[in-house]
């Protein structure tokens, strides 16, 4: 499930946990090729804010722009 793994990246990425951030998001892209900021930002699940918040962990471990 893509958000699950976009999610789980980036708090692990705002945890500082970097190596299972990225970890994340290298699963999530074996999965779903296509995953990438701007398609997490164009299907937007949630409050600008929190979206936001959760795209900057999720750019930290590597979700492509």
């Known amino acids: 499930n ?22 994340a998001i290298r699963r999530l892209l074996e999965l779903y090729p296509k995953a990438s900021v701007r398609l997490r930002q164009q299907h937007n699940l949630y409050p600008e804010d929190d979206n936001e918040y959760m795209l900057e962990g999720a750019r930290m471990a590597g979700l492509p722009e």
Request: hydrophobic share 55%.
């Open 2 to 23: 893509v958000p699950t793994f976009v999610l789980l990246g980036s708090a692990l990425a705002h945890a500082g946990q970097m190596d299972d951030a990225r970890a």
